[in-house]
C-alpha cells in the first residue's frame, strides 16, 4: 500500500512542483476510511493518511507548487468500479461512487469551477445512488 498509494503520490506532487501550470490543481486519493482508525486494514489506513497529510502539507504557502496552484484529495468510500462489483456481487451498490460522477468533478476543477478551499479533504458521500462532497 504504501508503494501504491505513497510513492504513486509523491512522484505526481514532485512531477506538479515542476511543470503544474500557475493556478493548476493536483488532485490525489486518499480514503474516507483513513479519517479514523482502520483495524482491519491498517497498511491501507496508514497509506491513505499519508495522502491526507501530503495535501495538508503542498497546500501549505510553502508546499513547493506553483503560484495559485491548489492540491486536494478526495476522499472515496467505495468506488462503483469493475473490479468492485466483481469482488462485492452482493453489496450494495447505492452507495458506491460512479466513476462518472468523479470524472465531470474533475472536469469543473480543471476549469477552475467549484473547487474545493486549497487543501481540502473532499469526501465523496454517496447514498441512493446520489453522490455529496463534504470538504475536510
Known amino acids: 500500500m504504501l508503494k501504491q498509494s505513497v510513492a504513486s503520490s509523491v512522484l505526481a506532487?514532485?512531477?506538479?512542483?515542476?511543470?503544474?501550470?500557475?493556478?493548476?490543481?493536483?488532485?490525489?486519493?486518499?480514503?474516507?476510511?483513513?479519517?479514523?482508525?482502520?483495524p482491519g486494514m491498517i497498511g491501507y489506513?496508514?497509506?491513505?493518511?499519508?495522502?491526507?497529510?501530503?495535501?495538508?502539507?503542498?497546500?501549505?504557502?510553502?508546499?513547493?507548487?506553483?503560484?495559485?496552484?491548489?492540491?486536494?484529495?478526495?476522499?472515496?468510500?467505495?468506488?462503483?468500479?469493475?473490479?468492485n462489483r466483481k469482488w462485492m456481487p452482493k453489496a450494495d451498490t447505492s452507495t458506491w461512487t460512479p466513476l462518472e460522477f468523479i470524472a465531470e468533478l474533475f472536469s469543473k476543477w480543471i476549469k477552475n469551477e467549484e473547487r474545493p478551499p486549497n487543501g481540502s479533504l473532499v469526501?465523496?458521500?454517496?447514498?441512493?445512488?446520489?453522490t455529496t462532497l463534504e470538504f475536510e
Not at 506538479?16 to 490525489?28: H, R
Not at 510553502?62 to 503560484?67: E, H, K, M, T, W
Not at 469526501?123 to 446520489?130: F, G, R
Open 13 to 38: 506532487s514532485s512531477i506538479a512542483s515542476k511543470y503544474l501550470k500557475p493556478g493548476g490543481i493536483l488532485v490525489l486519493t486518499g480514503a474516507k476510511a483513513a479519517l479514523g482508525p482502520t
Open 45 to 83: 489506513g496508514l497509506a491513505k493518511a499519508a495522502i491526507h497529510h501530503l495535501t495538508k502539507s503542498l497546500a501549505d504557502e510553502n508546499g513547493g507548487l506553483p503560484a495559485g496552484a491548489q492540491a486536494v484529495s478526495i476522499l472515496p468510500a467505495t468506488l462503483d468500479t469493475p473490479m
Open 123 to 130: 469526501q465523496l458521500n454517496t447514498k441512493e445512488n446520489k
